[in-house]
């Protein structure tokens, strides 16, 4: 765990972007029982995180794909986020939608997209991974030159990195599932007996609580 993934984590925990129910359940709209409910957007209200959050993504893409010329947010809620990376970085932004437009020039990708340019995709969480990769393959059909993508949050399904790893996508988030737990035991947000559920949720999320 690094210092800048616990402070992501912290932060979503502080502001409920991410809750966690162990002993009262949320039911996602694939009908899977969770015990965690994640909302990025939340993060866009928060002046202070929300500037946290880009400087974060920003320091991840100049580590890693310094060669960057285009960002490209997915929607929806990727949007904002990848806007404010584009501008502090001051490169050109588009942003690549759940289905084509059904009206006028039925656009998939909103913006300018030039042939071969490198792009880095911005994601506010990863679940089973289908809608981002999605979006990359939006973009590589496009003929943009994906170097990788870069979330919020992943919950680290096994299906997810087995998707990512098929598509030949790299994936780089500000912090993680396991990051977490780990924070949210040490900041009392859960007690040790809830450790083992949370855990046990990510092993099978499709039968847990079943």
């Known amino acids: 765990m690094t210092a800048s993934e616990k402070q992501v984590a912290e932060c979503l925990l502080k502001i409920k972007a991410i809750k966690l129910q162990p002993n009262n359940p949320f039911t996602w709209a694939s009908g899977w029982h969770s015990p965690i409910y994640c909302d990025n957007r939340k993060t866009l209200s928060y002046p202070e995180i929300r500037t946290l959050i880009r400087d974060a993504f920003v320091d991840k893409i100049k580590k890693n ?8 947010g997915v929607a929806t809620g990727a949007i904002a986020q990848g806007a404010l990376v584009a501008q502090s970085l ?10 084509p437009k059904d009206h006028g020039l039925g656009n998939l990708i909103e913006g300018d997209l030039k042939k071969n340019q490198k792009t880095v995709i911005i994601e506010d969480l990863i679940s089973t991974g289908g809608s981002s990769l999605k979006a990359a393959e939006a973009l590589r059909s496009s003929e943009a030159d994906v170097l990788g993508m870069v979330a919020i949050f992943t919950y680290g399904f096994h299906v997810s990195e087995k998707a990512f790893k098929e598509h030949s996508i790299n994936l780089t988030t500000l912090s993680n599932y396991n990051v977490l737990i780990e924070t949210a035991l040490s900041e009392g947000y859960i007690s040790e007996s809830d450790v083992e559920k949370l855990k046990e949720w990510r092993k099978s999320p499709d039968s847990w609580g079943k």
């Open 90 to 99: 001051g490169l050109p932004f588009v942003y690549v939608r759940s289905s």
């Open 65 to 72: 794909y310094p060669q960057t010329e285009l960002i490209a």
